[in-house]
């Protein structure tokens, strides 16, 4: 009985230590790896005015912890975009992505970082200017690990496509910014000389829409003008609004809609189209149809709110041998 209880014990004790070291031991290999999503997608939002700062994650990996420094060096991959365009969008050359060119990013500590053996992971820095970037196309910045110090890297998590997210105060092209419209809308015609209303009898129309913006610059946005928004919209139809740093002392109404002697300052902006051309969006000013004085768009930074009085037409609107102009008044608050 002792003597195979003693056995016992012993293999008990040789068991323990055989698990201590399997457990102490690799399983598997360390790899480096840059972190992604599963397409290898990873983005970051930079700001228009401003030469910022981006961050790719790098990770050594294994069952153990990293027990040496690891110097991680990455290089521009661009054949990775032009397989990706291939594979996600084929012949719609229309949607291919653009890489980001080489004048407007910077790698301010160099093509290489190290992992250490306190910490799994470290940042990998890319500072880019936007500034000189179009919101209506996409811009990836391929990269690849080169090479790694130790150990050995990914097979498949080796590269990234880094996607360029653009922002201003107002939108940003990370998600699509939407804004509570509320608005008037009336029709008229020029004849040459002055606008006037189709129907003189006739009292702006009310309606309301969600509006999704668009940042262009540092200070300008773009949107479907007026109530047009269809599912054919294009970059022709858009509107363009810049935040200028003129200020306007807009008039405060009472519940009664009397100018109360009180105003309040607010940022003019200016309402333009987005593109020119015959095919595009055609945009005037707008007149107060009483006194003849010009309608005043602003931005009111201290409710985050836009107003906008602008005339506008499609190319194809005319009613005889008039042109056909909407005059709108437009209230936007962002939603989200």
């Known amino acids: 009985m002792m003597k195979g209880l003693a056995c016992g014990c012993i293999l008990l004790s040789v068991a323990a230590c055989g698990e201590k070291e399997f457990y102490d031991d690799e399983q598997y290999r360390k790899e480096c790896y840059i972190v992604s999503n599963d397409d290898n997608i990873f983005g970051q939002e930079y700001t228009f005015g401003e030469n910022s700062v981006g961050y790719l994650s790098i990770y050594a990996s294994g069952s153990t912890p990293v027990d040496k420094d690891v110097t991680v060096t990455l ?35 160099g093509w290489s970082v190290t992992v250490t053996s306190k910490n799994s992971y470290t940042l990998f820095p890319i500072s880019v200017n936007i500034d000189q970037l179009n919101t209506s196309k996409t811009y990836y910045l391929p990269l690849e690990i080169a090479s790694v110090s130790d150990y050995q890297y990914s097979a498949t998590k080796n590269y990234v496509l880094f996607r360029i997210y653009m922002k201003n105060a107002y939108a ?21 000389t002055t606008f006037e209303q189709i129907d003189p009898a006739a009292v702006p129309t009310v309606f309301n829409a969600t509006k999704r913006m668009t940042p262009v610059s540092e200070n300008a946005v773009s949107i479907i003008p007026g109530a047009s928004q269809t599912s054919s919209d294009t970059e022709q139809r858009y509107v363009k609004m810049t935040v200028t740093d003129e200020i306007y002392q807009n008039p405060i109404l009472g519940d009664d809609g009397l100018p ?28 107060d149809s009483v006194t003849g004085e010009e309608l005043v768009s602003y931005f009111n930074p201290a409710d985050k709110t836009f107003v906008l009085n602008y005339c506008y037409r499609m190319p194809t609107e005319r009613s005889g041998s008039n042109e056909l102009w909407h005059k709108v008044r437009e209230e936007m608050s962002r939603m989200n």
């Open 75 to 109: 290089r521009p991959a661009e054949d990775l975009l032009k397989a990706y365009n291939q594979r996600v969008n084929g012949t719609s050359y229309a949607n291919y992505a653009e890489i980001l060119p080489e004048s407007c990013y910077t790698m301010p500590e």
């Open 172 to 192: 940003t092209t990370k998600t699509d910014t939407y804004y509570q419209m509320y608005g008037t809308t009336i029709d008229l015609v020029n004849n040459g």
């Open 260 to 287: 109360t002697g009180k105003t309040i300052p607010v940022q003019v902006v200016k309402v333009e189209p987005k593109n020119e051309g015959s095919t595009c969006v055609q945009v005037t000013k707008a007149f």
